[in-house]
């Protein structure tokens, strides 16, 4: 293949910006619907018989009282409410609810509908704000050990701008997976951060074995006057490899995403979206950028 992916580079930026502005918007107008792993609390996934709505299952959530975080009596009627598989079954995410607590919940349910039994409590758990606090704090941390450990291996065996573009297009596929949930209002939940990590070393692979091939070309022809050639001669070489790997990867992935059923979805759909980010940043975001810099900087060195 012979692709011209250097003098298309700013098509490249605008798309990837493009992606950026649209993942910033659904952040700041929806917000990351975060499951109770992050913010603490109680998650019932109930069965109700018959067509329940969602405004029916906040008046009756309106009946019962709990303590908050910060001792405060307050009733359950600002709890999220989600429908599953249509409208039969309810996730509730309530503050964290002591058994007495769950136990006036179920009740109240019970009385508004006299179907509804044990068998239909399909799962109750719960998390403590602390313990959501200490996930985020160490989902923080594990990510920055890992920007960290990334950037200093690859400066010892390449050069430090090579680190830094491999970073930002680490950051960009973090931001496109994030940006995913925040439009699909997908619950984020402890998997999460697991498949973050995993995106990460999928996507830095990728660009790693692109940077090599770019510096082994630069060893047979090292002019700046044909870099972007060579460039383009290192993408193309390593191209059919990048494709092939990503697509051999989401075949069996898209099967745990479509054919897993809700119980690996969380953790199947982020790994899904995240390699076909990775593979798009490490060959149209990443090799671009350190170009640009080093013909950037040979400029203003001249």
């Known amino acids: 293949m012979n692709f011209d992916f250097m003098a298309r580079r700013r098509v490249w930026f605008v798309a990837a910006l493009a992606i950026i502005l649209v993942g910033l918007a659904s952040l700041l107008i929806q917000g990351l619907n975060f499951g109770i792993d992050f913010t603490g609390g109680t998650r019932l996934h109930l069965e109700l018989p018959g067509n329940v709505s969602i405004q029916e299952m906040r008046d009756v959530l309106s009946q019962v009282e709990a303590e908050d975080a910060t001792g405060r009596v307050i009733t359950l009627e600002g709890s999220f409410i989600q429908t599953v598989d249509g409208e039969n079954e309810f996730v509730i995410r309530t503050v964290p609810l002591t058994e007495d607590e769950q136990e006036r919940l179920l009740t109240a349910i019970r009385e508004n509908w006299a179907g509804f039994t044990n068998e239909n409590i399909l799962d109750i758990e719960g998390v403590g704000p602390v313990v959501g606090g200490e996930l985020i704090r160490n989902a923080l941390m594990a990510l ?9 291996y690859i400066s010892y065996r390449f050069q430090f701008k090579y680190a830094i573009t491999a970073l930002a297009a680490l950051f960009f596929d973090t931001f496109v997976v994030i940006s995913a949930f925040s439009i699909l209002q ?16 999928y996507s830095i692979n990728d660009t790693i074995v692109l940077f090599d091939r770019i510096r082994e070309n630069l060893k047979y022809e090292s002019s700046l006057k044909v870099l972007d050639q060579t460039v383009n001669r290192s993408i193309n070489q390593t191209l059919v490899r990048s494709l092939n790997t990503s697509l051999t990867t989401l075949l069996v992935i898209g099967s745990l995403l479509f054919l897993g059923g809700e119980t690996i979805r969380p953790f199947a759909l982020p790994l899904f979206i995240g390699i076909i980010s990775g593979t798009f940043s490490s060959i149209f975001i990443a090799s671009p950028i350190w170009y640009s810099w080093r013909m950037r900087e040979t400029k203003v060195r001249a």
């Not at 920055?144 to 200093?152: N, V, W, Y």
């Open 144 to 152: 920055s050990i890992a920007a960290l450990a990334i950037i200093g």
């Open 186 to 201: 997908v619950e984020l939940n402890s998997p999460f951060v697991a498949t973050i990590l995993i995106i990460v070393g």
